[in-house]
């Protein structure tokens, strides 16, 4: 089927000796599926779920070029032959779709710590990383031609594992990025110095990769366009460097990146807040000078942006890494003129991004079955039935999706007006708009499966019985709950009554963040836009400090800073009375909050106009004592089982779909 309207996206183009069908490319990056260095089924199967959805071309996440190189704990350890059977099952099952994949190589350098791997970490030069705080063994001639030798016996150990060719990775996270760098590498010899000598250690591996893998691979090399810190590569050295690398007659095309991992990673994968295609001045700057093709990133959300990317000649292929995450069939999807039906990526960073930061495998807050590739999907069932889904917030939702994809007749009803629960309530804030797509795809996708949507229903157990379900999931989230200090004081009030509407705080406001996430942050704005003077205090460290894990936190501190609010660490809570009761006329309704400083035990007080409460909400379960002493098969999912977020609705409400 053709590309319809998709002129450049689904036209091949020749890769030195590939042909990739299409633009679309599965980009590198880290999955934590590795177990003890080696690759496992899981990343077969992930790889394979992409490539059967259409992509174009499929890049494995980085495997280490070097014992030294040991950042974390579920690396590939690309250097040891024991790893090739894992690369066979891994291109076997990726080449039954037709599709070509390549493997990255990559020594981290001087970004990565020596817990793993009780060796120096080697870098350039010795100078210290600012997130592990480690400082390097700066490599000496030997050692650089050790580096050198390994890329290429990786490379062979690729060859011998199927793999189509390689990517160097040279960008945010790489010892060759390292001697690239003006703010890394401050040698004196001849590895150091002007750029031709900082990118000798990358022609010399270009030479000895395409060696090891012959004419008939690609070969790639990915760049980082702009470092985005003080003394760091800027694109002018950038596009040189990729001239030089083409000037090699060795290397294929040229990928992109922007900033670095350890320093400035909340550029490299974007949360919602930074506009799609912000780095396309790298591929599109660099384009304009070498003749190779160029991959783009940043970003991309649909289709039409990557069409566009394409018809403007900024690149020759685009990255789409999070969106095929989030929909594995993106490709597929947009071939066949159903670009509406992709399950489209909301840039929260929550399950991917997040979860590798906590050393967990990558999953996907949109999509459960991200990281269970592996695992197969029970078969449809031999007896179908009614299921009644009570509750249309992102836990229902997905239950009623994975019921009825396992052939049972499904309704879902809402008391609300419309689908969307706290989700919808979040995604009034003009910044997390696009969090909306989380039950927007799901509704949509429960109308395309024929299920029953209700909304502006109250359900009761009479309902029930008159629906006669042979399942119920009862999924009618959680709701808030005033804090032990608030008392009855009305100028209190919860995060959510802000959003609805129902209260318009003005004047002075203090927003009390409990649980370290957008719930505070994200009002705290709005307020700030509506002429607030907004003060967040937390019992934490950091307010919001959950924004670290989903790369939001930097860029929350300069709007904040922007917005003149207030930001105050380590306080609790510990009372609150009004205005009156301090005898005070000019204070009217004030609320004043006592305050406990945990970390020196000193007492304060605070006043403000109004207090809104980022605090823990209580379970909205008042229907499930019936349900539960019923005759009725019923199950529980997000927060009316108990309060988190919402991947938890999500996994859980996908669960109890698949079991019924």
């Known amino acids: 089927m053709s590309g319809g309207r998709y002129k450049y996206l689904f036209s091949p183009l020749r890769l030195g000796p590939l042909t990739v069908r299409n633009r679309i490319v599965f980009s590198a990056h880290l999955t934590n599926y590795a177990e003890n260095g080696h690759p496992t089924e899981q990343h077969a199967a992930y790889y394979a779920e992409r490539a059967a959805g259409g992509a174009g071309l499929i890049i494995t996440e980085e495997h280490s070029t070097h014992p030294t190189d040991w950042p974390y704990e579920k690396l590939i350890h690309g250097f040891s032959p024991s790893v090739i059977p894992g690369y066979r099952r ?42 592990f705080r ?161 991959v783009g990133v940043g970003r991309f959300k649909d289709p039409v942006q990557a069409e566009r990317a394409l018809a403007e000649g900024q690149c020759d292929l685009i990255g789409v890494v999070r969106g095929q995450i989030a929909d594995a069939d993106f490709a597929r999807k947009a071939r066949s003129g ?48 009614h299921v009644l889904v009570i509750g249309g917030g992102p836990g229902g939702l997905q239950a009623a999706v994975t019921a009825a994809k396992r052939g049972h007749r499904v309704t879902l009803v809402e008391q609300a007006e419309q689908t969307g629960g706290q989700v919808a309530l979040a995604a009034t804030v003009p910044s997390r708009a696009e969090f909306l797509d989380l039950t927007r795809n799901l509704l949509a996708e429960c109308v395309r499966l024929g299920v029953e949507v209700r909304t502006g229903v109250t359900a009761d157990l009479d309902l029930v019985r008159a629906e006669r379900p042979d399942a119920v999931v009862l999924a009618t989230g959680a709701k808030p709950d005033r804090p032990w200090w608030a008392g009855e004081l009305d100028r209190i009030v919860d995060v959510r009554h802000v959003l609805d509407g129902s209260v318009s705080p003005e004047g002075t406001v203090v927003v009390v963040d409990d649980l370290g996430f957008h719930q505070a942050t994200s009002v705290a704005e709005l307020l700030a836009d509506r002429g607030c003077a907004v003060r967040v205090l937390t019992s934490g460290m950091v307010v919001g400090q959950d924004l670290g894990i989903t790369l939001d936190l930097e860029n929350w501190n300069v709007r904040a800073d ?36 945990h970390t020196t035990g000193e007492n304060s007080t605070l006043r403000a106009d109004w207090v809104v409460c980022a605090v823990h909400a209580r379970p909205a379960d008042e229907l499930w004592p019936e349900l539960s002493s019923s005759d009725f098969r019923a199950v529980r999912v997000g927060d009316c089982l108990t309060p988190r977020r919402a991947h938890a609705a999500v996994i859980e409400g996908h669960r109890a779909g698949a079991a019924l």
């Open 90 to 131: 891994i291109t076997d099952a990726v080449h039954a779709h037709d599709v070509p994949i390549l493997a990255q190589l990559n020594h981290n350098g001087g970004q990565a710590s020596s817990m793993y791997s009780r060796l120096p970490v080697w870098a350039p030069s010795a100078v210290a990383d600012p997130m």
């Open 134 to 294: 480690e400082v390097p063994k700066a490599v000496d001639a030997r050692e650089i031609a050790e580096i050198v030798h390994g890329y290429g016996l990786v490379a062979g150990h690729c060859a011998l594992g199927g793999f189509d060719g390689v990517e160097l990775q040279c960008s945010h996270s790489s010892i060759v990025r390292g001697f690239l760098s003006p703010a890394t590498n401050v040698r004196t010899d001849s590895y150091g110095g002007p750029l031709a000598h900082r990118a000798r250690i990358l022609l010399e591996i270009v030479d000895v990769v395409r060696e090891a893998i012959g004419p008939g691979r690609a070969l790639g090399v990915r760049l980082c366009g702009d470092e985005l810190i003080e003394g760091g590569t800027t694109i002018d050295e950038a596009v040189e460097v990729a001239r030089l690398v083409e000037a090699t007659g060795k290397v294929d095309y040229i990928n992109t990146s922007i900033g670095v991992a350890t320093a400035t990673l909340y550029m490299i994968e974007a949360s919602m807040h930074i506009p799609p295609g912000y780095a396309m001045f790298i591929p599109s700057a660099i384009r304009e000078k070498v003749s190779l093709p160029v």
């Open 562 to 597: 922007a917005k003149g609010i207030g930001q105050e660490t380590d306080l609790v809570v510990m009372g609150a009375v009004t205005g009156a009761v301090m005898g005070a006329a000019e204070q009217g309704d004030g609320v004043e909050l006592r305050l406990l400083r």
């Open 338 to 385: 159903n670009a509406t039906h992709i399950r489209s990526c909301l840039s929260c960073n929550q399950e991917c991004v997040g979860r590798m930061g906590l050393n967990r495998w990558l999953g996907c807050i949109e999509n459960p079955r991200t990281g269970k590739e592996s695992t197969p999907l029970p078969l449809p069932t031999a007896r179908p039935g």
